[in-house]
């Protein structure tokens, strides 16, 4: 039973648009959120986090909107960038474990 | 600068073979993980240990063991490969959550294959 779930597998987006990546969660007990990134062969590297009493967090090019009602947040980049191409993990923390979902490829065309 | 490393990048090893990966973490942090990677599933949380001598069984601890004798180094077990335990192996750390909100640290991960 996935409690965190990413339903887009992959995202193409244009240079210089916005990439906005999708995750839903379904036990209402998790109270932190984070974003992970991962680029091929090397270990995945924290992005940005927000907590459930936050529905807004900013950092650069990166904001996290959380949706508490909707069990559900996103990932806004703007602008996309070719070095975004990665692999970026939802995760939601349970204790002192991290529940992941299953993760979605972007790929920014230049 | 937090530095968690795994041993191997890449293991080839035979089915029946006892496997060991190792982990070593320089930020004196607590907690430890092991999770697996595979396409269309994420990270799935193997084991993981708070405190020395101390473990807890992950999503998916079936075939695997742990060791943690040192706090900075956390060793996962394949007690007997097999090829379905084929996978990217990653190693993590982090501080306590009552200690800090500090998130988890990824070492590059050991592709793990078994023949």
């Known amino acids: 039973d996935q409690q965190v779930k990413q339903n887009s597998p992959s995202l193409s987006v244009q240079e210089g648009r916005i990439s906005i990546l999708n995750c839903d969660y379904t036990?209402?007990?998790?109270?932190?959120f984070l974003w992970y990134k991962k680029y091929p062969a090397e270990g995945p590297t924290f992005l940005i986090s927000?907590?459930?009493?936050?529905d807004k967090n900013e950092d650069g090019r990166f904001t996290v909107f959380l949706n508490k009602s909707a069990k559900h947040l996103s990932l806004h980049i703007v602008p996309s960038q070719p070095g975004d191409s990665a692999v970026y993990f939802c995760a939601a923390i349970s204790g002192d474990k991290l529940v992941f979902g299953a993760g979605t490829i972007l790929r920014v065309k230049s | 600068d937090v530095k968690v490393t795994q041993s191997s990048r890449y293991l080839v090893k035979r089915t029946g073979e006892k496997v060991f990966l190792e982990c070593v973490q320089d930020?004196?942090?607590?907690?430890m993980f092991w999770y697996r990677q595979d396409p269309g599933l994420g990270l799935r949380l193997i084991y993981f240990s708070y405190d020395v001598k101390m473990k807890e069984k992950g999503d998916i601890p079936e075939g695997y063991s742990v060791s943690r004798e040192k706090k900075e180094r956390f060793s996962l077990i394949l007690e007997s490969a097999s090829t379905n335990q084929t996978s990217m192996y990653l190693c993590?750390?982090?501080?306590?959550?009552?200690?800090?909100?500090?998130?988890?640290?990824f070492g590059d991960g050991t592709r793990l294959s078994i023949l």
């Open positions: 927000i907590s459930s009493i936050k």
């Open positions: 993590a750390s982090s501080f306590l959550s009552r200690i800090s909100n500090q998130p988890q640290h």
């Open positions: 036990n209402s007990m998790f109270d932190y």
């Open positions: 930020m004196d942090h607590e907690n």
